[in-house]
């Protein structure tokens, strides 16, 4: 295994163009390593993006939106005032990753590129409308988040593509999201179902709305018929129940150990409420 | 190998090592420092937990060539010479370890928290204490433990 560590995501991307093997890019490794260790991966080519300038920063953007570098760590993120404000649900997502000691090293573009569908960061990010910095032999582009997960493990990135920001919209005002997941436990497990909803607020309605699932599909979900079911209402009986029913149409999940089909098809309805819910009330805060 | 250029409890450490090489591993085989331990070896069990620029990880899943330019914290850093830590003291009067594989790791751990959290709720302590599994004692010693160190922390502080 060689390990590299480039000065620039240029750098980084020619690197892996260049790879004829395996390749992994490391940020906090939470994944990288775990797999690494288990035998699961070996890489031929490593390429360490931390010395690449910028990528441990959070910078607010002029028009109210947030770029967070690749290599910032969930617990950077918790400990960011100004972002934890702005996107609480995005924050506790990634909060929810592991326990402290993987806070401290585990990223969202991690999270992401992983490609879980039980990742929790993902589905706040897509409700949140975040996109991704991709840099590789073309260039540089923007993509949705809900552009990248391609599969259990697999994303839609290209050979010598790597992602080098995440970036939030402005917040704005009368906003606010919420992320919440379902496990059997109180803490370190892994999603049965994650849903995210980020909506916007003029007085009592719901102007706009984005809600998302995890754990319930291949990928993680953007749903936009449960955000249409939210739009133009007052968070009413009957708009949740139809955010419900849109919710539960969206799965198609797995049957295991963790969750039958019927269990997590239920529970995702019931967490999208519950995080409309949370959502709408901190819009309104 | 690579040749890394770090710092281990304040003080300057360098090492060469592998590319798939832990930063557990460096510090056990190449620095001589066992006290961080390896359990599961896969980031679960917290018993390798050092701090690195002052943030608790697990040091399994950290590569050696990472803790380049950086600031490792170990347990053998916690005591002052021979005077012990508040947190060590008292996890010796509350009787909080057996066999004692996960107790480095839960004390990194847990000085970091009182450090940012000088006065935590005893759910603080279990939730910030979740990534570091003990078999033996049991969890109630290890947090009475800490909530009296922090006490006892915030009294002299």
């Known amino acids: ?285 | 190998m690579i040749h890394v250029n770090t710092t281990v409890n304040g003080d300057p450490a360098e090492f060469l090592c592998e590319p798939r090489e832990t930063l557990l591993d460096a510090l056990r085989d190449r620095l001589d420092l066992t006290g961080a331990k390896e359990g599961c070896g896969t980031g679960d069990c917290g018993a390798c937990t050092v701090t690195l620029d002052g943030r608790p990880v697990c040091s399994c899943l950290v590569l050696a060539a990472e803790a380049d330019g950086r600031e490792v914290g170990t347990v053998e850093g916690i005591a002052r010479g021979e005077a012990l830590h508040p947190l060590q003291r008292k996890f010796i009067e509350h009787a909080a370890l057996q066999c004692g594989i996960c107790t480095p790791g839960i004390l990194v751990a847990a000085k970091a928290l009182l450090e940012k959290t000088p006065d935590p709720s005893e759910t603080e302590v279990r939730y910030w204490l979740a990534g570091n599994l003990c078999r033996c004692t049991g969890y109630d010693k290890i947090i009475r433990a800490v909530m009296d160190a922090a006490a006892e922390m915030r009294e002299n502080a």
Request: glycine share 12%; charged share 20%.
């Open chain 1, 1 to 285: 295994m060689r390990y590299h560590k480039p000065e620039s995501f240029e750098d980084a991307s020619a690197i892996a163009v260049a790879a004829k093997g395996v390749t992994r890019f490391l940020a906090g490794g939470t994944d990288v390593l775990v797999q690494l260790r288990s035998d699961l991966v070996t890489p031929d080519d490593l390429i360490d993006i931390k010395q690449i300038p910028g990528v441990r920063e959070i910078t607010p953007l002029r028009d109210g939106g947030w770029r967070i570098g690749a290599a910032v760590s969930a617990a950077e993120m918790k400990a960011h005032d100004g972002l934890r404000a702005a996107w609480p649900g995005v924050v506790e997502a990634a909060d929810l990753i592991g326990s402290m000691q993987i806070s401290s090293r585990c990223t969202l573009v991690g999270n992401l590129c992983n490609g879980s569908p039980a990742a929790d960061s993902v589905p706040a990010m897509i409700a949140a409308g975040a996109t991704v910095t991709v840099i590789g032999p073309g260039g540089s582009r923007e993509i949705a988040v809900e552009d990248v997960p391609a599969g259990p493990g697999k994303t839609s990135l290209k050979k010598g593509e790597v992602v080098s920001a995440v970036t939030l919209p402005p917040r704005g005002a009368g906003g606010g999201d919420a992320y919440l997941r379902f496990i059997p436990r109180t803490e370190m497990d892994i999603a049965v179902v994650g849903c995210g909803v980020s909506l916007t607020r003029e007085g009592e309605r719901i102007t706009a709305a984005r809600v998302a699932l995890g754990a319930v599909a291949p990928t993680c979900l953007l749903v936009p018929a449960a955000g249409a079911a939210l739009t133009g209402s007052a968070l009413d009986d009957a708009a949740l129940e139809a955010l419900a029913k849109a919710a539960e149409a969206a799965c198609s999940p797995i049957d295991d150990k963790r969750g039958t089909v019927a269990f997590r098809t239920r529970v995702a309805g019931v967490l999208a409420r519950r995080a409309a819910k949370i959502a709408y009330d901190r819009a309104g805060g």
